[in-house]
């Protein structure tokens, strides 16, 4: 068990609906990363906040979007769902933000757009 | 751009066996770290090495060892006495800044 907490763990929704998926990062890690897996393939960053901020910004779609709130939980909101947005969702997280440290990994929302 | 590369797709190992994984990587970043993570049919992300590329000494994680060559940009994962439940997607990954890049992965299976 890492620590982070993923919900939900499964989701099937429609193309054009809106989900949103929570991320509780381990106790004291102040940083969340979002990545998406896409069906055997590798990790694409998606956004990095840091404290409650945006830090980083990848590939992530202008439907997307993202958040982290004072108790450093943090959501992620897909909009306007497409068939290609299913795909696995790892939420991770570390102490800090220096990025020297090993990222913690939630076991993920697989999301499937149908 | 930060890059990180992982030219075997799909390899395979006899149990008990040694096997290397490849990987090469871009940073323009000055202070970086590198990582091998595991990733088993569970989908759980775990790591399994953490190289510092400011240290010389290559990192050592029982039967799990790299061979880092920082002016190459070269990561590789040696595993030793391969065992089945090594059987897994391996991926390998370098900080940069504010965020970790990960390459598409070696997907390893062990055979009996």
């Known amino acids: 068990d890492s620590g982070v907490t993923q919900t939900p763990k499964h989701l099937i929704t429609a193309t054009g609906q809106r989900v949103t998926l929570r991320c509780s990062p381990r106790?004291?890690?102040?940083?969340v990363y979002w990545y998406q897996q896409s069906l055997d393939q590798g990790l694409q960053f998606l956004i990095q906040?840091?404290?409650?901020?945006?830090?980083a910004k990848g590939n992530i779609l202008e439907r997307f979007s993202a958040q982290q709130f004072p108790d450093l939980h943090s959501e992620l909101n897909l909009s306007s769902l497409e068939l290609g947005d299913s795909a696995l969702y790892f939420c991770?997280?570390?102490?800090?933000?220096?990025?020297?440290?090993?990222?913690?990994f939630g076991e993920g929302s697989r999301l499937t757009v149908l | 751009a930060q890059t990180v590369t992982q030219s075997q797709p799909e390899m395979s190992v006899q149990e008990a066996e040694t096997v290397t994984l490849s990987c090469t990587y871009d940073?323009?970043?000055?202070?970086?770290?590198l990582f091998w993570y595991k990733q088993p049919p569970s989908r759980q992300m775990i790591l399994v090495i953490r190289?510092?590329?400011?240290?010389?000494q290559n990192a050592t994680e029982n039967r799990f060892s790299v061979n880092f060559q920082k002016a190459a940009k070269s990561f590789s994962l040696k595993i030793s006495d391969s065992q089945l439940g090594d059987t897994a997607m391996y991926f390998c990954?370098?900080?940069?800044?504010?965020?970790?890049?990960f390459g598409t992965g070696t997907r390893l299976k062990v055979l009996a």
């Open positions: 991770a997280s570390s102490v800090e933000g220096y990025l020297t440290g090993e990222l913690f």
């Open positions: 106790s004291g890690d102040l940083s």
């Open positions: 940073t323009s970043e000055s202070n970086y770290y």
């Open positions: 906040y840091y404290n409650g901020e945006e830090r």
């Open positions: 190289q510092e590329a400011y240290k010389q």
């Open positions: 990954a370098a900080s940069g800044t504010y965020k970790y890049i």
